[in-house]
Structures are given as structure tokens and as C-alpha cells.
């Protein structure tokens, strides 16, 4: 999935926001989102081997390079633990990795504990990584560029609240809306999933 997400000037009808929500609805459907270019070649190459239908969704122009000390094997269905600490667990998809990546180093300055997950796999999640997040942390923070609806976050949130009722699930998405052409960075500042905007929903909402 070439220019998933946010595309900027390609237009509003361009915008990549909803292919977690109608990818995942579809059976036997298996949809993968790199954190950056060394897991997107990997996963390029378990896609190879895979016999079923699999999409591997990645953003409009160059691949992020940073967390590149991070490179678990793939592993179906497996997500990726980067820092374990208590408190506030981020699980993040695709991009916004590199977002939560942002996210957890500001909170590490202002003194709270953090962690980060990259999912890797928004069908099937993990729930084995749910799990562990959830047993050792009071509030998981889903990020994903894609809408709300139909997507990973919710997902995740309804598995925590079955499983996991005094866990709280805060979800960072994009509004169930089309959203107009325009400069990525304004773009994601304005829909409020930049790393600022993020802190500020967490501290706004009570969250933290």
C-alpha cells in the first residue's frame, strides 16, 4: 500500500487514512505497516513466503531511518517491544512509531516512566504484546495514521477492556473525516497526532 496515510499536496482524495479500516474487515486479510526502511525490506521478504493475501502499508516519500539498533526477526502476527518501563505504555503502527518515538523521549524528560511498542502487524495484533503491556502498565496509548473507524486502535481497546478492565486505552487517530490537501507536517499538527499534540491530548484529557 504505496502513500498510506497522510499525502499532503496529492490531494484530499489521495489521503491513505482509511486502508486499516476496509483492509482489515476483509477475511484471511493479513495488513503489515513498517516502523522504518529496514523493517519494510524485511517484511518485504517474509511477504515473499507467505501464502495468503498480505499487505504491507507504507507512507509517500522517503522511509524513516531512525531505530535502526531495533530489528526483531518477523514473526507472524508478532509486534516488537523497543523500551519496556512501567506507567504509560505507547503501542504504535507503521509511521507513527517514529511519532511515539518523539512522544517517549518528551515525557522522559518531564520525569515519567514510558514505554514503546511497535505493533507491526495491525491484522492479526498481538495480543501476547497487549497482554504484556497491559499487566505492567496503567494506560496504553494507541498511535496509528489512519481514521478511528475500523481501525487498530479500536481493536486493541476493545481486547484491553475485555481482558483488562482497569486498564485505561487512550486512542491517537485520525477523525472519521476527509481531510483536505495540504502540508504533511501542518496536517498532522492540525488533526493533533504530532508528538506535541499527542502530549498535550494526554495531559489535557487527565490521561496523565
Known amino acids: 500500500m504505496d502513500r498510506a496515510g497522510l499525502v499532503g499536496s496529492d490531494g484530499e482524495t489521495h489521503q491513505g487514512i482509511f486502508d486499516y479500516s476496509f483492509l482489515t474487515s476483509i477475511p484471511n486479510m493479513s495488513v503489515m505497516a513498517p516502523k522504518n526502511l529496514w523493517e519494510l525490506r524485511a517484511m518485504l521478504e517474509f511477504a515473499m513466503d507467505y501464502n495468503s493475501p498480505l499487505a504491507i ?5 522517503q522511509a524513516y531511518r ?5 530489528m526483531q526477526p518477523i514473526e507472524y502476527g508478532k509486534g516488537e ?5 512501567s506507567g504509560v505504555a505507547l503501542l504504535a503502527v507503521g509511521s507513527m512509531v517514529s511519532t511515539g518515538e518523539h512522544v517517549r523521549e518528551k515525557l522522559k524528560r518531564e520525569g515519567f516512566e514510558c514505554s514503546l511498542a511497535n505493533g507491526r502487524f495491525v491484522k492479526p495484533f498481538d495480543r501476547a504484546l497487549a497482554d504484556r503491556l497491559a499487566e505492567r ?8 495514521e489512519n481514521v478511528l473507524q475500523g481501525g487498530y486502535g479500536l481493536a486493541v481497546t476493545a481486547y ?3 481482558h483488562f478492565p482497569k486498564v485505561k486505552v487512550l486512542n491517537i487517530a485520525l477523525p472519521d473525516a476527509y481531510v483536505e490537501h495540504g502540508n504533511v507536517s501542518v496536517l498532522r499538527e492540525g488533526l493533533g497526532i504530532d ?4 502530549i498535550k491530548t494526554m495531559k489535557s484529557g487527565g490521561w496523565i
Not at 502499508?57 to 516519500?61: D, E, L, S, V
Not at 502498565?137 to 496509528?144: A, K
Open 81 to 85: 517491544l523497543l523500551y519496556e518501563e
Open 137 to 144: 502498565h496503567n494506560l496504553i496509548v494507541t498511535l496509528e
Open 57 to 61: 502499508r507504507y507512507p509517500r516519500g
Open 195 to 198: 508528538s506535541d499534540s499527542v
Open 160 to 162: 484491553i477492556h475485555e
Open 66 to 70: 531512525g531505530l535502526r539498533e531495533f
